[in-house]
């Protein structure tokens, strides 16, 4: 097993991962709430985990991912007074709240599926867990750690930190400074501290979505869910726990406290936060006019895009900047990673090529052999310093100049073993494939392409039999598909 080291927020350093259970991974990620279309921050920090999940399976830990779907009790404004966000979405539409939930989860599924994340083992979702929710606000309210106002349940973090509560601490957020700051009217008249947030909020008359409970009719507050859900797949305290860096105050922090009011235990060993997406380097908002959609960068049609970028393209995007950092969006790093991207997958078309002749004689050139074996180690290096993806890309680049010399002879095949080879062969194809999530993709303008001319493209870059390009060409016009298109396809068949 590789020696892991992920930041531990809570520690706020660097830990060397150790498993509670040998050679088995729980993984919590906070999944999205499902009124809107997902945005690209939902792609980054979903991404980011898809990275951690590859690469512990690439290593050889079994992994149950649990990541949730929140599908009622997150109010307009985060907070614990308003209209509930998916509510509000369906009286908009005139849809019933689970049409709401269904359209946007299908729709975050398929983008996530466009950008090849792998799905999580088990995605539960608030609505489905009414039960467990109930039955831990009642424990709390047992342990004298919560309390029922005007038919709504309020957690109490004074009594919680009596009780050696830590409240804060994740975020490293102070108790004194949280009261000065807080200029939150929420449940004012019902809380005893402004602090206190709500388990269970009474549903007003107009409020659509509501469920009997001991306090009469009403729904989960926002940060429960995580807690009962977590604790239901993973146990009183799993491995790591997972988020965007917004959800550290207060949804994380509300979570701690819930979980160790509820079972005793701090509910979890690692929590990992991703970092914020930025476009030209302003924060991305739709007040700003800089908020576009995954599918508008697909498709190149939103103002600020001088023209498409494929999912992969994007993807690799991401890679090159490790989760912990800012990702900036501009035009400019995105061509100069399409670029990238089609060099370093251009590589693997060669590689699963390539074969060591059987008929040559190996005379092995050490420095070219240390190398090769270098920049493998560097990939994993790199991976294991807290999945520095920056890193291990760069050291890919010095493995394709590798493979690019063997395919145009300037590097004989003879100065390596045939063990090297078959080291970088697989080393390249995994690292990409399995642990990156990068992958050859048909060029975004492929797409609804007929199967027919999807087997006569594919058959072209295989076979290499460039005179059929005219063919091919008044086939596609044929179909109605712009020759333009198709020219910036066939061109990206010819690249090597
Ligand atoms: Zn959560």
């Given at each position: 097993m590789q020696p892991l080291k992920i930041y531990n927020t809570l520690s706020r350093e660097k830990e060397l991962f150790t498993p509670i259970h040998e050679n088995h991974v729980g993984l919590y990620v906070c999944g999205p709430t499902v009124y809107n279309y997902a945005h690209l921050g939902n792609v980054r920090t979903f991404t980011s985990f898809d990275i951690l999940n590859r690469y512990l399976l690439h290593i050889g830990y079994k992994v149950r991912y649990v990541r949730n779907i929140t599908d009622v009790g997150h109010l307009v404004g985060d907070g614990d007074e308003g209209e509930d966000k998916i509510g509000k979405m369906a009286k908009l539409e005139k849809l019933e709240p689970m049409e709401i939930v269904h359209r946007f989860t299908q729709d975050f599924h398929q983008v996530l599926e466009k950008f090849n994340l792998l799905p999580p083992n088990i995605e539960p979702t608030a609505t489905g867990h009414i039960v467990e929710q109930i039955e831990t606000t009642k424990s709390l309210i047992e342990k004298g750690l919560a309390y029922e106002s005007n038919g709504s349940v309020y957690f109490d973090i004074e009594a919680y930190n009596k009780n050696g509560g830590n409240y804060g601490h994740l975020s490293g957020r102070v108790i004194e400074d949280l009261l000065t700051e807080t200029r939150d009217l929420d449940g004012v008249g019902e809380k005893r501290s402004p602090l206190d947030f709500a388990l269970w909020k009474k549903a007003a008359p107009e409020h659509i979505m509501r469920w009997?409970?001991?306090?009469?009719?009403g729904f989960p507050g926002w940060h429960l869910e995580c807690t009962c859900m977590s604790h239901k797949y993973l146990g009183d305290t799993f491995d790591i726990h997972g988020g965007g860096m917004d959800l550290k105050f207060p949804h994380h922090e509300c979570e701690i406290a819930q979980a160790k009011g509820a079972y005793d235990r701090a509910p979890v060993r690692y929590w990992m936060h991703t970092n914020?997406?930025?476009?030209?380097g302003q924060k991305m908002s739709k007040s700003l006019g800089n908020s576009f959609l995954p599918a508008e960068l697909i498709?190149?049609?939103?103002p600020l895009l001088d023209q498409a970028y494929s999912p992969m393209t994007v993807r690799f995007f991401m890679l090159q900047s490790q989760y912990r950092s800012t990702l900036d969006f501009s035009?400019?790093?995105?061509k100069a990673a399409q670029k990238g991207y089609k060099k370093i997958a251009n590589g693997l078309r060669i590689i699963k090529k390539l074969a060591y002749p059987s008929d040559i004689t190996a005379n092995p050139d050490a420095a070219q052999e240390k190398e090769i074996n270098d920049a493998?180690?560097?990939c994993y290096d790199g991976m294991n310093d807290d999945l520095n993806t920056a890193v291990?890309?760069?050291?890919?680049?010095?493995?394709?100049?590798?493979i690019n010399s063997l395919y145009t002879g300037g590097l004989a095949f003879e100065s390596i073993s045939a063990e090297t080879f078959s080291n970088l062969q697989r080393s390249y194809i995994s690292i990409l494939e399995d642990v990156l999530g990068i992958i050859e993709e048909v060029p975004a303008d492929m797409n609804g392409l007929t199967d027919e001319l999807l087997q006569l493209y594919k058959g072209f870059k295989e076979s290499r039999q460039y005179d059929k390009v005219d063919e091919i060409r008044g086939a596609f016009k044929s179909a109605g598909l712009l020759?333009?298109?198709?020219?910036?396809?066939?061109?990206w068949g010819y690249e090597e």
């Open positions: 009997p409970s001991p306090w009469g009719e914020m997406l930025t476009v030209n498709a190149g049609n939103h035009n400019d790093a995105l493998i180690q560097g291990a890309i760069a050291h890919l680049f010095t493995l394709l100049k590798k020759i333009k298109d198709m020219k910036n396809s066939i061109d």
